[in-house]
């Protein structure tokens, strides 16, 4: 068709598109089809000016996707920028407790949480608060942090000392402002890496909206647990968040199901699993302040 693609990996975790590239030419992938360049602002913007290249895609955090937006579009091309996440998982009462904290631990410390993907907030409904933190925290505490090339680990390292520190001070803030903690991550060690980035699976509980915690994006393996009285509070706790990327909601029964498909603002919505990822051409449809462009 004549469309040729240059692909810029995130310099913090290059090693994955290469090793693709590697076996696109291996399979037989024509020279100069997919192109990949490395490298940090510079290479942005190189992509963000170049005549020849008509279109972005971009995934990613919100200071660089606004840039992106602005200066690709300012250039005439069709720029699609998905921001940041802050997933909610709803449970209901009715739920199936037992898949449910399954799929949120899953969800929340699969890949050390660092995927805009991840389920960083849990909203029980009613009574589903009981039942269903103890559980999580039971299937937290079982998984095996290490490094992600280990066969039987559950939880590999954060990309970078600075992501780790980041991620501790914004737990630490939720604790100070009077969130409990009953699992903590913080000051994790994996013997024969003292050097590594290392969080544990961190759950806070009673956390609520108006906690830096809450307010902010915190990329890492920490589940934070909300309660909700009813359905209706929750699609509102939700709806009030500046993001919509993905969401989720657990429960039994159809009419749920369907009154928060509809009534969420939110891109991306699972029913009984954690987020869905929709198979269009571009695979994310996030909402509101998680995506510019269409």
Known sequence: CGNRYVLK?????????????????????????????????DTVNFICDHPAIKAISF??????????????????????????????AVVMPDADADAAAKALVAAAFGAAGQRCMAISRAVLVGDAHKEMLPRIIELAEQLTLGPGDVKGVDVPPLTTPQGKARVERLVTSGVDSGASIPLDGRGAIVDGYPDGNWVGPTILSDVDTSMECYQNEIFGPVLQVLHAETLDDAIALINANPYGNGTAIFTSSGAAAR????????????????????????????????????
């Open 9 to 41: 990996p995130s310099e913090r975790v290059p090693l994955t598109a290469m090793r693709l590239a590697e076996l696109a030419i291996e399979a037989g992938l024509p020279k100069g089809v997919l192109n990949i360049i490395h490298g940090t602002h």
């Open 259 to 294: 009154k928060f498909t509809h009534e969420v603002d939110v891109g991306q919505i699972g029913v009984n699993l954690p987020i869905p990822v929709p198979l269009p051409m571009f695979s994310f449809t996030g909402s509101r302040g998680s995506i510019l462009g269409d």
């Open 59 to 88: 995934v990613g955090g919100d200071a660089a996707g606004k840039h992106i937006y602005s200066r690709g579009a300012a250039n005439g091309k069709r720029v699609q920028a998905n921001l940041g996440a802050q997933n909610h």
